[in-house]
């Protein structure tokens, strides 16, 4: 491997022509510079400079490496500079976060994007376990969940919360346990955890979502909805999920006796120190949530 130190030297006494002036400029002395050329060319096994006393040109090998080191030289001169750049709004951002938190806030994430087209968002949709797993498999440089993360590597921040909203078609005007009974359920990946923290917290008969007659299923947060809203039963749904459908009038959310909401934490691996764009992305999810 080519000795950076020397190169630097070599180039530079091409750029100046002057032994001299290129001690001057890399404060060694004129000997040292000579040394270092030597050096230089004894690792290469070749000439690289043709002397001619205290003039000298460059030998075939010589224009090859100044050439092609120059360009090193340069890149490794703003290397330090790079490596320390910070910008709040350039570079990647990897999100993960449950459905519900990414139909709120990826909209204006995309808005921030616009605004900043260097800033580069990587959104992906995933339950809160791959949620906390893609943080400290370092798959992930932000995440949101709506439960505390169990794995020694990730920490998190309680910094909102979500109500859970009782969604029914829009004729249902009340949402009786007999209603509910027979509409039927519409079951998705948290169904039985949301159907369990709200509806057991305002009626007295509820065991289990299993009570009801499963009308349907769907693991896209987007279309979960779409059954209710033709009739086909009722679901319970985080609220942001709820606000994100595009046909609202054909559905109903139901405020009960006992709301209900779900804790939303902000994860990242733990010690993990966050670049300046991640704190710009999380400062805008902030003021979402």
């Known amino acids: ?12 006494l091409v750029e100046t022509g002057h032994f001299t002036r290129t001690a001057e400029r890399l404060h060694m002395t004129q000997s040292g510079v000579s040394q270092h050329v030597r050096k230089l060319e004894d690792q290469l ?8 006393g205290k003039q000298f040109s460059l030998t075939d090998a010589g224009e090859r490496l100044f050439a092609e080191g120059r360009t090193l030289i340069q890149a490794l001169s703003s290397l330090d500079q ?17 459905g ?3 139909l709120k806030l990826y909209p204006h994430l995309l808005e921030l994007q616009s605004k900043h087209p260097e800033l580069s968002i990587d959104y992906r949709f995933a339950p809160n376990t791959d949620v906390e797993n893609a943080i400290a498999d370092y798959k992930s440089d932000i995440g949101f969940m709506t439960s505390a993360p169990t794995l020694e590597k990730v920490s998190c921040q309680a910094i909102a919360h979500e109500p859970l909203l009782l969604v029914t078609p829009a004729n249902v005007s009340e949402p009786s346990w007999d209603a509910l009974t027979q509409l039927g359920f519409i079951d998705h990946p948290d169904g039985a955890h949301h159907a ?3 509806l057991s ?14 009308n349907g299923f769907s693991n896209q947060i987007g279309l979960i909805l779409e059954p209710v809203s033709m009739g086909l039963g009722f679901t319970v749904l985080p609220a942001h999920a709820v606000e ?15 709301p209900v909401s ?9 010690e993990q120190s966050l670049q300046s764009r991640m704190h710009t992305v999380i400062a805008e999810a902030r003021k979402w949530l």
Not at 262 to 270: A, C, G
Request: contains cysteine; positive net charge; hydrophobic residues 40%.
């Open 100 to 102: 519900s938190i990414g």
């Open 45 to 52: 096994g070749v000439a690289l400079l043709l002397r001619e």
């Open 262 to 270: 779900e804790t939303l934490y902000l994860v990242v691996r733990r």
């Open 1 to 12: 491997m080519i000795n950076t130190t020397w190169l630097r030297s070599f180039c530079t």
């Open 82 to 98: 790079r490596i320390a750049e910070d910008p709040p709004y350039k570079g990647l951002v990897r999100l993960t976060s449950p």
């Open 201 to 214: 917290a305002n009626f007295p008969q509820f065991q289990h979502s299993n009570l009801f007659k499963r």
């Open 196 to 198: 369990n923290m709200l």
């Open 244 to 258: 994100a459908f595009n046909r609202p009038q054909t559905i109903k959310s139901h405020q009960l006796t006992k």
